[in-house]
Nanobody, 124 residues
């Protein structure tokens, strides 16, 4: 049973920072790529960032590039999303996801495993 659990969400003022964590159940974590997605009320679930198995390839959505940083620690079975210079439009439920393939993808259909999500709210 593969499980992903997000944490680190909360309420933050515009311009502030937040770090999200995603802890995986384990045994296949280091074998595949990971991604972060977000979904605002009434909106689609959008790609935010992804990281390859090696951690070398890290694509970002244009809306977060330069502000967000994705990283992973395979020894801890954990992926992180450091979010800086947060804006109100970043408000959403953030989900981490995993796929067996080593390469990254921006398509949520390519990810087999999903966490329950963590709420991020950015106030003006």
């Amino acid at each position: 049973q593969v499980q992903l659990v997000e944490s680190g969400g909360g309420l933050v003022q515009a311009g502030g920072s937040l770090r999200l964590s995603c802890a995986a159940s384990g045994r296949t974590f280091s074998s595949g790529a990971m991604g972060w997605f977000r979904q605002a009320p009434g909106k689609d679930r959008d790609f935010v960032a992804a990281i390859s198995r090696s951690g070398i390839n890290t694509p970002y959505a244009d809306s977060v590039k330069g502000r967000f940083t994705i990283s992973r620690d395979n020894a801890k079975n954990t992926v992180y999303l450091q979010m800086n210079s947060l804006k109100p439009e970043d408000t959403a439920v953030y989900y981490c996801a995993a796929r067996p393939d080593y390469s990254t993808s921006y398509n949520p259909r390519d990810y087999a495993y999903w966490g329950q999500g963590t709420q991020v709210t950015v106030s003006s």
